[in-house]
């Protein structure tokens, strides 16, 4: 996009849409060209303590950086794909330098009136929006490790909202909390043996 003559490009990417609780949160980040960062990568591929070394870095180094979150109650109002959209929309109002361009992990956006560009892989692909992988993923673990001390039952701080045995089984037991997506539960998803 550089070569297009693009000077201010944001990378954004979420995390979260595969969870039966929490939210699901978008980062945008926005790196200088002169931007190397070793290490930055999928964050999927990265231990936690790696990923926050990392984050510190890309905060320090980033031009502009910014989360958005839609919680559980929008997924279920507008479904996971859109909700995702929305968080990623609010990332990019939120960046404190205005993006002239947008490179995305897998989608676009189309309420916003930028140049784009879909990456299948984004976060495997291009730094920036690894980096926002990276950004995304930490947000969210710290907000689930804040979730996991008023619903411990859960295991938020283990499972990060995500379908394990032992969280499926403590809905079993005692229910769904008002961080829990019903739409995911009505869906079969709590039985899912594979998840």
Do not use: W
């Not at 984050?55 to 995702?84: K, M, P």
């Not at 291009?126 to 804040?146: G, P, Q």
Request: charged share 25%; glycine share 6%; with cysteine.
């Amino acid at each position: 996009m550089a070569r297009e003559g693009y000077r201010c490009i944001a990378g954004l990417d979420e995390v979260g849409r595969g969870c039966l609780a929490g939210p699901v949160v978008a980062a945008a980040v926005i790196l200088s060209r002169q931007s190397r960062l070793p290490g930055v990568k999928d964050s999927k591929l990265l231990s936690d303590l790696r990923r926050r070394q990392l984050f510190g870095q890309i905060v320090l180094s980033a031009r502009a950086y910014a989360f958005g979150v839609a919680d559980a109650e929008t997924v279920d109002r507008v479904n996971v794909y859109q909700a995702t959209r929305e968080a990623m929309c609010q990332a990019v109002r939120e960046l404190s330098e205005p993006p002239d361009a947008l490179l995305i992990d897998a989608l676009t956006l189309p309420s916003v009136a930028l140049h784009q560009k879909s990456l299948i892989h984004g976060d495997r692909r291009c730094l920036s929006i690894a980096a926002a992988s990276i950004l995304a993923k930490v947000y969210r673990d710290d907000m689930m490790n804040e979730f996991d001390s008023l619903f411990p039952v859960y295991r938020f701080r283990s499972n990060k909202g995500y379908a394990t045995l032992v969280h499926r089984r403590a809905i079993l037991a005692v229910g769904l909390s008002p961080l829990h997506r019903r739409t995911f539960s009505a869906q079969g998803r709590l039985f899912d043996e594979e998840a």
